[in-house]
């Protein structure tokens, strides 16, 4: 996730209920770690296959939590602490590029827990 100019790993993924118009929903929660803002970023794949992303901020954060809550199927703390592996389950990973200790891209990854990994999306950075 991004903000104030610094890449960081969410603190939470939700993963969520798909609907017919928008497949692999996730929540990625996080706090900024310069600032300590709320942040929410939402994702998901919609029927033609297009990637989005929308990142939500304070009181956005709370609200987009508050309205997905329901849709939750399983979280990556829940799944920290409770060791269990639903079967397709899958979590995002964020792979940083450096070159001269600087991050200048961010590889995201779809991962299962038998090692597979797709790359969903880069992002270069500045
Ligand atoms: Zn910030």
Redesign the pocket.
């Known amino acids: 996730m991004r903000?104030?100019n610094s890449v960081f790993s969410a603190s939470d993924i939700w993963f969520l209920l798909d609907r017919d118009d928008c497949t692999k929903r996730k929540l990625y929660i996080a706090n900024?770690p310069?600032?300590n803002?709320e942040m929410a970023l939402y994702s998901c794949v919609d029927a033609n296959g297009e990637y989005f992303e929308k990142y939500y901020y304070s009181f956005g954060a709370k609200k987009v939590k508050e309205r997905l809550k329901k849709d939750v199927t399983s979280t990556m703390l829940g799944f920290k602490t409770k060791y269990k592996m639903p079967s397709g389950f899958k979590y995002g990973e964020n792979k940083e590029i450096k070159k001269n200790g600087k991050i200048i891209a961010i590889e995201q990854y779809s991962c299962d827990f038998w090692g597979n990994k797709i790359l969903v999306k880069k992002i270069e950075n500045g």
């Open positions: 903000h104030c900024c310069i600032c803002k």
